[in-house]
């Protein structure tokens, strides 16, 4: 019996849509929310760099989209 479970356990797994494609999912989530990471940090600091804007402003900005993207992810 727990050879078959061991044959078949992991398969059956993977079909049903709340396996692989949820693990999948997932993975592919972290992988755009470490992107848009990199990319807000680079815009905000050739902001500061190329004199766009004082550090503060980035800061307060970066502070301010951290609040509000909590409070509305709930």
């Not at 999912?25 to 902001?47: D, G, P």
Request: net charge positive; glycine share 10%; proline share 3%.
């Amino acid at each position: 019996w727990w050879t078959v479970w061991l044959l078949f356990g992991a398969l059956f797994q993977c079909i049903f849509p709340y396996g692989l494609s949820h693990h999948l999912i997932e993975k592919q989530n972290k992988m755009v929310a470490y992107f848009l990471i990199i990319w807000a940090s680079t815009v905000a600091y050739s902001r500061v760099y190329l004199g766009m804007h004082f550090p503060g402003d980035v800061l307060f900005g970066a502070f301010m989209g951290i609040i509000l993207g909590i409070f509305f992810s709930f």
